[in-house]
């Protein structure tokens, strides 16, 4: 028998986890989709999954590979940027339909420079080495932050002077002013599209843009024109002698507020969708979730002993007709940050020797509600509705006083608070319901049922039926 304190479940954020102890990181990744192998050699480059769904676990996962396959990483995180830097371009109202598009082109491009320059430091082709001196003179290569290097680029007004020894055999130094975003990405293109470094593959990894969402005035389009460049530039080095892939991680959330002409298709033939369901949650062992959880009692347990076995070595059964595990289940969102939180919280309270009682397991479930889920829940609302909104939202559901309600008693709530004041309350409650912290109860001729969209994606917000709010809300609530 193993000792639940030893078992290490891991941070909640997996860049730190994966820095710190990496080898721990790898044997407890889980990936029963082989995504990643999908993501380094096939077409798709976009993962997308909800918050907490372990996105970014995989860019964890991919940069570490770095020190066991052929492949060069750079992981560009997108946490400082700023919306407003876009508007200063003069050029902006000239960009054509999605005036990011040709803007993020160039900048990837860039990035795309230092990542060789970094990795490959021999390169010996002239017009490389003018491109990385040019870039260098301009500031902008100066950074690894991504959004340092979209500010610089705004700093120089899209303008910079390239000077290149087109002409190899005269030796003869040729300096060309480059003008717009698209012609610096489409110089630069053609420069380093020729270059071979036998069998090494180059990755960047776009991540963190869940922070963009924080930003003022959030533009969709941002996001949009992000993607469509990333599909243009893999499209073209598909056929180069250079190998270079962007792989994309973002929020599904995020992807459903993109519009764009053929948006659609690129997600469709590109993007791969983590999805964490248990089908059947009285029988959750064979799940890929649980499966996950596994993963990390295995250094201590070993890899033969079914989770169920460990489950009841660590918990007592609830008195009721569930067991113990299912009655957990219900009270999480189906996604790895959750689960593994909860069994944070457990790992607090467990007394090696004894196992965790009904009336422990229930203390456990409140210190989770208040310290985790409520705040997730806001962490996924921020962005989409006004801050100050966000932050009385618990409130205003601890003051419907109760588990059910209607979509009219809500609003009515909403409008006794001035932070509701441009909030669309039905939208709001359409976006919990998607994000799965309430449910609705659906009526039918002969029995009424419960439904979650995490659990059944397929459903949608229906306004006139009644909400039902979700079980790891409700103790911090102190509702009923």
């Known amino acids: ?33 082989g995504n990643i192998e999908e993501l380094l050699n096939g077409d798709r480059f ?44 003069s050029t902006y109202k000239n960009l054509g339909g999605n005036p990011y598009i040709s803007f993020w082109k160039c900048v990837l491009m860039i990035e795309t420079v230092k990542l060789i320059n970094e990795k490959e430091p021999l390169v010996a082709d002239p017009s490389f080495i ?23 680029l705004v700093e120089t007004n899209t303008t910079f ?77 598909n056929s180069c002698t250079l190998f270079l892939k962007i792989i994309v991680f ?17 997600l469709r033939d590109s993007s791969i969708e983590l999805s964490w369901k248990i089908e059947d949650s009285s029988d959750a062992t064979p799940s890929r979730l649980i499966q996950l959880v596994k993963k990390r009692f295995e250094p201590i347990w070993g890899e033969d002993v079914d989770f169920i076995e460990i489950w009841e070595q660590i918990f007592e059964p609830v008195e009721s007709f569930k067991s113990s595990l299912e009655y957990v289940l219900e009270n999480i969102i189906y996604r790895p940050r959750d689960i593994l939180q909860l069994m944070i ?27 985790y889920f409520v705040a997730a829940m806001q962490d996924e609302l921020t962005g989409f509705f006004p801050d100050e909104a966000v ?12 588990r ?17 004041e441009s909030v669309d309350s039905t939208q709001l409650l359409a976006k919990m319901f998607n994000d799965g912290y309430i449910g609705q109860h659906r009526p039918k001729e002969k029995k009424d049922y419960t439904v979650f969209k995490y659990r059944n994606p397929r459903e949608n917000f229906i306004e006139e039926h009644e909400c039902v709010v979700h079980r790891g809300l409700m103790r911090s609530l102190s509702i009923t």
């Open 1 to 33: 028998m193993g000792n639940f304190k030893d078992v290490f479940l891991g941070y909640s954020d997996s860049d730190k986890e994966a820095d710190r102890n990496p080898k721990m990181f790898s044997n407890s990744f889980y990936d029963p989709d």
């Open 391 to 402: 932050t009385v939202l618990p409130s205003v559901l601890s003051k419907l006083g109760q």
């Open 250 to 266: 973002v929020r599904a959330d995020v992807l459903s507020v993109c519009r764009d002409t053929n948006f659609s298709k690129i």
């Open 46 to 89: 976009i993962i997308s999954g909800r918050k907490g769904d372990g996105k970014s676990a995989y860019s964890a996962k991919i940069s570490l590979l770095e020190n066991e396959i052929n492949i060069s990483t750079a992981k560009k995180p997108l946490n400082n940027f700023n919306n407003i830097t876009f508007e200063q371009l």
């Open 130 to 152: 003018a491109l990385v001196a040019s870039l260098q003179e301009s500031g902008l290569l100066e950074t690894e932050d991504i959004s340092r290097t979209i500010t610089k």
């Open 345 to 371: 919280e457990a790992q607090k309270t467990y007394v090696t020797g004894q196992k965790i009682n009904d009336s422990s397991l229930k203390s456990i479930l409140y210190n989770y509600s208040n310290s």
């Open 161 to 237: 002077n390239l000077k290149s020894i087109f002409s190899r055999g005269k030796r003869r130094e040729n300096s060309k002013i480059l003008q717009g975003t698209e012609e610096i990405y489409l110089t630069i293109r053609k420069c380093i599209s020729t270059l071979y470094f036998k069998d090494k593959r180059n990755y960047l990894l776009i991540d963190n843009l869940d922070d963009i969402l924080s930003v003022e005035n959030f533009e969709p389009k941002v996001i949009t024109g992000l993607i469509k460049a990333c599909d243009e530039i893999n499209s073209f080095f």
């Open 404 to 420: 059910y309600f209607n979509a009219n008693d809500f609003k009515i709530e909403c409008c006794k608070h001035k932070e509701f």
